[in-house]
């Protein structure tokens, strides 16, 4: 079965820092990848998704990802963070052919400090 | 852009009553799914929907749920007898394809 692994529960980080959130999953076969982000009390928002094609993808607030197959990452990344950035980061896995289910991982708390 | 809507936006029941949580997916997609979160966990699959018949579940999603696509536009969660550990948010998504997801902003359940 699918896992996605969020090694960090909380990052803090100084505004204009650059930031990196960490996501890694299981499964060898092919895979789908997403990052959500939650605002308190709040649904999930789509960040960024790899679906197949260029590992490097972009959102259009200035964070990145990049779907490395060796390591099974897709860590997020951020040059410089802004206060309006604080919020909950889920990354969430699919595999092709799998169903269509999301496996997501436990979620890291970014929080933006001036 | 479109959007997935849930109704209510947050419900208080009894333990033992039942409840319905509504969703209107994005009117063009085909596949329907319902996720959990309970409070400071992660989101948990529950079921997907397709074609009008449940397509996958979880072993969360026992005989005490049931879903439900009434009309062209709804698609219902119903919890038969609430238990304390159903309180939790309930997302709803639907997709397109099988791989393009979009998330309601969730209806925060409350079992008292």
């Known amino acids: 079965a699918q896992s996605v692994t969020q090694l960090d529960s909380q990052v803090p980080v100084f505004e204009e820092a650059p930031v990196e959130l960490r996501c890694n999953y299981s499964?060898?076969?092919?895979?789908?990848l997403f990052w959500y982000v939650q605002y308190p009390n709040q649904g999930l928002q789509l960040l960024l998704k790899?679906?197949?094609?260029?590992?490097l993808v972009e959102s259009i607030n200035g964070f990145e990802a990049e779907f490395n197959k060796s390591q099974t990452s897709f860590h997020l990344r951020k040059p410089s963070v802004h206060i309006s950035d604080t919020a909950e980061y889920f990354c969430?896995?699919?595999?092709?052919?799998?169903?269509?289910?999301?496996?997501f991982g436990t979620g890291t708390q970014l929080k933006v400090e001036l | 852009e479109p959007e997935v809507t849930q109704t209510p936006s947050h419900q208080v029941t009894q333990m033992g009553q039942e409840v319905i949580l509504r969703c209107v997916p994005i009117?063009?997609?085909?596949?329907f799914y319902w996720y959990r979160q309970i409070l400071g966990q992660k989101v948990e699959f529950l079921v997907s929907?397709?074609?009008?018949?449940?397509?996958?579940k979880s072993e969360i999603f026992d005989d005490q749920f049931s879903v439900e696509r009434p009309d062209g536009s709804n698609f219902t969660l119903k919890i038969r007898s609430t238990k304390l550990e159903d309180s939790a948010m309930y997302f709803c998504?639907?997709?397109?394809?099988?791989?393009?997801?979009?998330f309601g902003s969730g209806t925060r359940l409350t079992v008292v």
């Open positions: 998504a639907s997709s397109e394809l099988a791989r393009g997801y979009t």
């Open positions: 790899y679906l197949s094609g260029s590992t």
């Open positions: 009117s063009n997609h085909l596949y």
């Open positions: 929907f397709y074609n009008n018949e449940i397509s996958e």
């Open positions: 969430a896995a699919g595999v092709t052919g799998g169903g269509n289910k999301l496996t």
């Open positions: 499964s060898s076969v092919s895979v789908y």
